[in-house]
T-cell receptor, first 116, second 114 residues
Framework: DGGITQSPKYLFRKEGQNVTLSCEQN?????MYWYRQDPGQGLRLIYY???????QKGDIAEGYSVSREKKESFPLTVTSAQKNPTAFYLC???????????????FGQGTRLTVV | AQTVTQSQPEMSVQEAETVTLSCTYD???????LFWYKQPPSRQMILVIR??????QNATENRFSVNFQKAAKSFSLKISDSQLGDTAMYFC???????????FGTGTRLTIIP
């Protein structure tokens, strides 16, 4: 089945540690995204990537890093510099925009990160 | 920069009634897509409807329709004959041609009352 897989579903981190969230897609999409969602809040864009080996900062990139070495994979690292990392993280992918193309984003199930 | 604003944090409506969720946006691009997504308690994001800015006709998907006012930069979602399963967070989103940045609003929590 085609889709986006995020792992793990739940993740616990000690303060001061880096942690990496996995996101894999087999939809052959070029663009991939990472969002952060806090309780009762909207989705805030952390990073996005249009093609392999290229990515752009979103609105809240500080304390996070990403890589895009393969088209299928877009891992997110939450570094110790992120002051308040406890949140729900969503990964998404989509085709490029274009006339009469399906360009909506498809989402993974999310990872709930808790700092202990 | 592109922004999306949803000014209704919460709404509730009786089952079988019609409800309209508001969304305004801002972008300097002339070509873009607009979306409404639904997030039920499972937290899985589900596409409800999409609208291409270059198309005049408002999009419709069964009980869901939009009122797209390009000049006013407004994109509202109308849900007809609301059902209990429509209870969810609803997010409006904008994606401009070329830069692929997908921006979401803060969401509207919709509750359908039996």
């Amino acid at each position: 089945d085609g889709g986006i897989t995020q792992s793990p579903k739940y993740l616990f981190r000690k303060e001061g540690q880096n942690v990496t969230l996995s996101c894999e897609q087999n939809l052959n999409h070029d663009a991939m995204y990472w969002y952060r969602q806090d309780p009762g809040q909207g989705l805030r864009l952390i990073y996005y990537s249009q093609i392999v080996n290229d990515f752009q900062k979103g609105d809240i990139a500080e304390g996070y890093s990403v890589s895009r070495e393969k088209k299928e994979s877009f891992p997110l690292t939450v570094t110790s510099a992120q002051k308040n990392p406890t949140a729900f993280y969503l990964c998404a992918s989509s085709n490029f925009t274009g006339y009469d193309m399906n360009t909506e984003a498809f989402f993974g199930q999310g990872t709930r990160l808790t700092v202990v | 920069a592109q922004t999306v604003t949803q000014s209704q944090p919460e709404m509730s409506v009786q089952e079988a009634e019609t409800v309209t969720l508001s969304c305004t946006y801002d972008t300097s691009e002339s070509n873009y897509y607009l979306f409404w997504y639904k997030q039920p308690p499972s937290r899985q994001m589900i596409l409800v409807i999409r609208q291409e800015a270059y198309k005049q006709q408002n999009a419709t998907e069964n009980r869901f329709s939009v009122n797209f006012q390009k000049a006013a930069k407004s994109f509202s979602l109308k849900i007809s004959d609301s059902q209990l399963g429509d209870t969810a967070m609803y997010f409006c989103a904008l994606k401009s041609f070329g830069n692929e940045k997908l921006t979401f609003g803060t969401g509207t929590r919709l509750t359908i009352i039996p």
